[in-house]
């Protein structure tokens, strides 16, 4: 047959809270909070990065293209 569960003392004492663990966890969640920052400033300076390249590789194939379709122009005389 199964036995009652066993109860705690009625009266337990309050924990010590230790000052520098306090100071550890409020250390902790501020590096996270700057680690989180920093992750979403990254993210945006890579997204700005990308449109930058695209766009500067599309402006380079566009005058590319028009040299050479005026290079054609000129040696086939169109």
Known sequence: MAQPARRPPAVEEPPLVDPSEIERAYRLHRARR????????ETQLARFRFWFVLIALVIAIAVVGVT????IEKLFGL
């Open 34 to 41: 700057h680690a989180r920052l920093e992750r979403r400033r």
């Open 68 to 71: 050479v379709w005026r290079e």
